[in-house]
């Protein structure tokens, strides 16, 4: 049991390119997240999805796309990288209901560098 | 937009003493509040919650209060130990379900043999 992974783990990129960060959990969780982390910030929501096929905005959607074609994938895209979204990004997952089910995990993060 | 404020940013304790951490909340829809720990280059790790229908909750070394109306909640760390040092993230469930959470901006602990 593997739990929430993240692909790739660091990345540099040039302005301008794009990229695809990978997130794949095997705990049959309904619900995936994307959020960035930077110094001072905390952790903030990108794009969320609440089931297979379904994607939707959080506090920063802006420069990213994302797509769950899969239940236990969740992909996050920058089509055209800007040195802005230079951050660690951390995908996470959870289920519907209370207790032990809303509790997010959280894969182990990218290091993105936009230069 | 809702907002999550945490204080202080950095803490500095020596082992054994006792360590608090606060948090103000906005969205006065907020039910769910996790705290998370964050060592160097890892991933945040749930270490206790508190859901608004509960004042108090502990285990072990750690608590949480949450006082509703004021719309604020603590952490507590009793007897700190060097291991204990990281970053701690308080967070607010959003408006709206899916358990999505605000966070607060962090606050580094140190805790001093």
């Known amino acids: 049991n593997a739990g929430v992974t993240q692909t790739p783990k660091f990345r540099v990129l040039k302005t301008g390119q794009s990229m695809t960060l990978l997130c794949a959990q095997d705990?049959?969780?309904?619900?995936m997240y994307w959020y960035r982390q930077d110094p001072g910030m905390g952790l903030r929501l990108i794009h969320y999805?609440?089931?297979?096929?379904?994607?939707a905005k959080g506090e920063v959607p802006d420069g990213y796309n994302v797509s769950r074609l899969k239940k236990q994938n969740f992909l996050l895209g920058l089509e055209s990288a800007a040195p802005s979204q230079t951050s660690v990004y951390f995908c996470?997952?959870?289920?519907?209901?209370?207790?032990?089910?809303?509790?997010?995990?959280f894969g182990s993060g990218t290091q993105l560098s936009v230069l | 937009g809702e907002n999550v404020e945490q204080h202080p940013s950095t803490l500095s304790v020596q082992e054994g003493d006792s360590a608090v951490i606060k948090c103000t909340y906005s969205?006065?829809?907020?039910?769910?509040f996790p705290w998370y720990k964050q060592e160097l280059g890892k991933r945040p790790q749930l270490i206790i919650d508190?859901?608004?229908?509960?004042g108090e909750k502990k285990d072990q070394r750690i608590a949480v209060t949450l006082n509703k109306t004021a719309k604020h909640f603590s952490l507590h760390i009793t007897e700190t130990q060097p291991e204990d040092s990281a970053v701690y993230f308080c967070?607010?469930?959003?408006?709206?379900?899916?358990?999505?959470?605000?966070f607060g901006a962090g606050t580094r602990l140190a805790v001093h043999p």
């Open positions: 969205d006065s829809a907020s039910n769910y």
């Open positions: 508190i859901r608004s229908n509960v």
């Open positions: 999805s609440v089931g297979e096929g379904t994607t």
């Open positions: 967070a607010a469930s959003l408006s709206g379900g899916y358990n999505k959470l605000i």
């Open positions: 996470a997952s959870s289920s519907p209901g209370t207790g032990e089910l809303e509790k997010l995990f």
């Open positions: 705990m049959n969780h309904e619900y």
